[in-house]
């Protein structure tokens, strides 16, 4: 049973570009979390998912950052005209159905860096 | 609004000590608590729980305490062990919400 996977683990792009981070959650997991580590912080909550609905977007930026979970395929963190400021770790989270909140399992990460 | 707190962002301990680390909350709605540890360029993973109902879960090496009235938790290793050396981040949760502390870095010197 493979855990969650993402990619790309690390992800350059130019101040302006646009970056896609995809997610798939473990096999039988409804529930997707994105979450947000800047440097010397701690984890920070950006979007809950289920299939094709967003749950909770309480925590990403209005501007320029978005998120799906399509019924077919993975989750994706879409990030258009990045900014420095946007250079973090990106975690992604799933759970199986019930209490979402509990126990999540999260994939490596996927680092980006805006140059 | 930081509904969660880790107020140490780093924790020195020998080996075969005991390690402690502390977590505050705010918002009385939380009624299930975690811990993750997470290692450099890994995504965090989960090592223990506890919910509101009870006051202390054990596994292993790992004690979980919770003081609801202090809405206050805290994590015990013991003995600590060089391999612990890691972030902690402890989590609060609430249905469909789940909140991270800053995490503190444990380093268990041998």
């Known amino acids: 049973n493979a855990g969650v996977m993402q990619n790309p683990r690390h992800l350059v792009r130019r101040r302006g570009q646009e970056a896609r981070l995809r997610c798939s959650p473990m096999?039988?997991?409804?529930?997707v979390y994105w979450y947000r580590q800047l440097p010397e912080e701690g984890l920070k909550f950006m979007v809950y998912?289920?299939?094709?609905?967003?749950?909770?977007e309480s925590g990403m930026p209005k501007e320029r950052f978005s998120a799906e979970f399509p019924k077919e395929g993975p989750s994706i963190l879409r990030i258009q005209q990045v900014v420095r400021g946007d250079s973090a770790a990106y975690f992604c989270?799933?759970?199986?159905?019930?209490?979402?909140?509990?126990?999540?399992?999260f994939g490596p990460g996927t680092r980006l860096t805006v140059t | 609004d930081q509904q969660v707190k880790q107020n140490s962002p780093s924790l020195s301990v020998q080996e075969g000590r005991i390690s402690i680390l502390n977590c505050d909350y705010t918002?009385?709605?939380?009624?299930?608590f975690l811990w993750y540890k997470k290692y450099p360029a890994e995504g965090p993973t989960f090592l223990i729980s506890?919910?509101?109902?009870?006051d202390k879960n054990e596994d292993g090496r790992f004690t979980v305490f919770l003081n609801k009235s202090a809405k206050h938790l805290s994590l015990h290793i013991v003995p600590s062990q060089p391999g612990d050396s890691a972030v902690y981040f402890c989590?609060?949760?609430?249905?469909?919400?789940?909140?991270f502390g800053a995490g503190t870095r444990l380093t268990v010197k041998p």
């Open positions: 918002n009385s709605m939380f009624d299930y």
């Open positions: 989590a609060a949760s609430a249905y469909n919400d789940m909140r």
């Open positions: 989270a799933s759970s199986p159905q019930g209490r979402p909140s509990y126990e999540q399992y």
């Open positions: 506890i919910s509101s109902i009870k």
């Open positions: 998912l289920q299939k094709e609905n967003i749950i909770d």
């Open positions: 096999k039988g997991h409804s529930h």
